[in-house]
């Protein structure tokens, strides 16, 4: 070992042991017991099983329908906020007058806990006493104050949960996405109008290519942190009615608590680790390929 | 000569009328749609100070008919709050402290000294950061539960520190880079060992950044659900556990649970209007660039 690198070892070996501990130790713990029928009271090591925790959690059809539910949450929810992110971007970056208090005001459920939000959607979309059924009620769009069950009717819970996940996180889409509209230089714009280009070609030649690589680091950001979202669903459905709102995470978290199968919860939660980190690279990979170009 | 010289600047500012209108047009309608999108927000603010006859309503309204602290009264005896905002910021505050001085110390070894080990280590920390927590839940919980940890502080810090130390690491090594060289090199000559002119050069001059990575560390900390829900029960229980349980399926304190969420997330947001600048730097920073 060279003197620098003994040096450098002595400064990052207390957070690289704490990590080993408490990081990576648990990761290689999650990997073991996926493999072991554990008994979570008597603690013993449990028995080796080999593959049939993998194999029972992947036959399951509530695992597929909870995999099922996490790809729609997550499609949905990053597109939409993609696109409304995008929108509120892009009006901001005009430059009005005022626009750096708007801006404030936009970033401001950032700091908002996702428990929160999933509250403040829990009590707007109540059947009974939630404003949205007011409202859709006094703009004539329905015929009573709760024609929609938002959380207990089967085919709008999941679109429930999405909703509050889009109005926590569009906020931080929009940040990226301005930081990476500031970043363009001013040049591209002046020689495109040379060029006379109109706005909507500006938009697609320049602005949407420039944009690109943010858009993808954000869209990775927020594919992951969708894809693992625990407490909006906790709060606003737990999952039901039914399983129509069961993600990946809640459904772990209920074989792990409720039904005590360390095992079959591990086995689940190494095929979603080896999911994302597949759908990442696959993100990274596909940057860098446009990065070269 | 003149007559076309006129023209053209009646045109010019004819043009730069209309757009400058049009950009006050844009303002406007960007500031309409602001306000509706963080109306959620204030319609919960707005209903934790209406008398909890009118939070409750079949047919209820967006601005209070009438002012009234009830809800905020009865969260108090619904259930011990205080102790378990106490619970949120002890863990919250703990856990930032030990994860921003792991983290920094860390990030300047790996920033200054190159080393392979190092680099390992830096890659290890970043695949970990893409580790659901939902899946580091399962062995922490084993792992608490067999130190005899469930239901205390220190769990809970434990598990705080060791989801911030990698996200520590990575947004205080962008710090340490923008410092020069030379600061390093200066203390040194002036008769500073490696450790002391970290402590006392690079470390004020990096406030602005543990400043961020103190807000960041915290605020997860302090939002944190998932862990607070599986790891403590009555002694340690944090706040956002609390404030859940306000709607069981046979307990409907909507009123009260308005109120706690207002008390739990107002201040923060307060704060993080008031250090706005460092949010956005640190944001941007740690998403775009790293």
């Known amino acids: 070992m060279t003197k620098e690198s003994k040096i450098s070892f002595l400064f990052f070996a207390p957070a690289g042991i704490f990590m080993l501990i408490f990081l990576f130790f648990p990761v290689m713990l999650l990997i073991k017991d996926s493999f072991f029928q554990v008994d979570m009271i008597s603690q013993d090591s449990g ?34 906020e993609l696109l409304l992110g995008l929108f509120f971007a892009m009006l901001l970056n005009t430059g009005f007058k005022g626009h750096g208090f708007v801006r404030t005001i936009l970033l401001s459920p950032l700091m908002i806990a996702p428990l929160v939000s999933g509250l403040i959607w829990k009590f707007m979309l109540n059947s009974q ?26 085919r709008t819970a999941l679109l429930s949960t999405i909703i509050a996940d889009i109005w926590l996180t569009t906020p931080f889409m929009m940040l990226v996405l301005l930081a990476g509209l500031q970043g363009i230089p001013v040049t591209l714009y002046e020689s495109a109008k040379i060029d006379g280009a109109n706005k909507i070609k500006t938009f697609f030649y320049i602005t949407l290519p420039s944009l690109l690589p943010v858009m993808v680091v954000a869209i990775l950001i927020r594919t992951v942190d969708a894809a693992r979202t625990f407490d909006i669903v ?42 994302l980190l597949l759908l990442s690279s696959y993100f990274l990979v596909s940057m860098f390929k446009a990065n070269k170009k | 000569m003149e007559s076309l010289s006129n023209t053209t600047q009646e045109k010019k500012s004819l043009f730069q009328w209309i757009r400058k209108y049009n950009k006050q047009f844009i303002g406007f309608i960007t500031t309409i749609l602001a306000l509706l999108f963080i109306s959620p927000y204030i319609y919960i ?17 967006f601005f209070p008919r009438e002012f009234s602290i009830e809800n905020y009264v009865s969260m108090f005896d619904q259930m011990p709050i205080l102790s378990y905002f106490f619970n949120s910021f002890i863990t919250a505050f703990i856990s930032t402290v030990l994860s921003v001085f792991l983290g920094a110390l860390a990030a300047y070894g790996l920033a200054r000294f190159s080393s392979k080990l190092g680099n390992v280590f830096l890659l290890i920390t970043l695949c970990i950061r893409m580790i659901p927590m939902i899946s580091i839940a399962i062995p922490m919980y084993i792992i608490i539960n067999s130190m005899g940890l469930i239901d205390t502080h220190a769990a809970l810090i434990i598990t705080y520190t060791s989801i911030n130390v990698p996200f520590a ?10 410092i020069p060289k030379e600061f390093d090199e200066a203390a040194r000559i002036d008769g500073c060992n490696i450790f002391t002119s970290f402590l006392k050069v ?62 739990f997330s107002l201040p923060v947001m307060i704060f993080s209007i008031l250090v706005q600048r460092y949010i956005v730097s640190g944001m941007t920073l740690g998403s775009v660039k790293g």
Do not use: H
Not at chain 2, 47 to 59: G, L, R, Y
């Open chain 2, 169 to 178: 690491i990575w947004l205080m090594m962008g710090f340490f880079n923008n």
């Open chain 1, 47 to 80: 028995t080796f099983v080999g593959m049939s925790n993998y194999i029972e959690s992947i036959k399951s059809d509530r695992f597929l329908g909870a995999t099922t539910n996490t790809l729609i949450y997550v499609v949905v929810a990053v597109s939409v």
């Open chain 1, 234 to 275: 906790w709060v606003l459905t737990q999952g039901g009615p039914a399983n129509s709102s069961e993600v990946l995470s809640t459904y772990m978290y209920k074989t792990l608590t409720r039904y005590g199968e360390v095992g079959e919860s591990s086995a689940m939660a190494v095929l979603f680790i080896i999911l």
């Open chain 2, 45 to 61: 603010i707005f209903t934790s100070i209406k008398p909890s006859s009118e939070a409750i309503s079949n047919s209820p309204t």
């Open chain 1, 129 to 154: 006493f939630g404003i949205v059924n007011q409202l859709l009620y006094d703009f004539n769009i329905t015929s009573s104050r709760n024609a929609i069950q938002w959380l207990s009717d089967d």
């Open chain 2, 202 to 263: 690079i470390l004020p001059v990096s406030l602005p950044g543990l400043a961020t990575t103190s807000i960041f560390c915290f605020m997860l900390a302090w939002n944190d659900f998932l862990f607070a829900l599986l790891l403590t029960s009555t002694n340690a229980k944090t706040a956002t556990v609390g404030i859940s349980e306000f709607l069981t399926a046979y307990n409907l304190d909507l009123g009260p649970m308005t109120a706690a969420a207002v008390s």
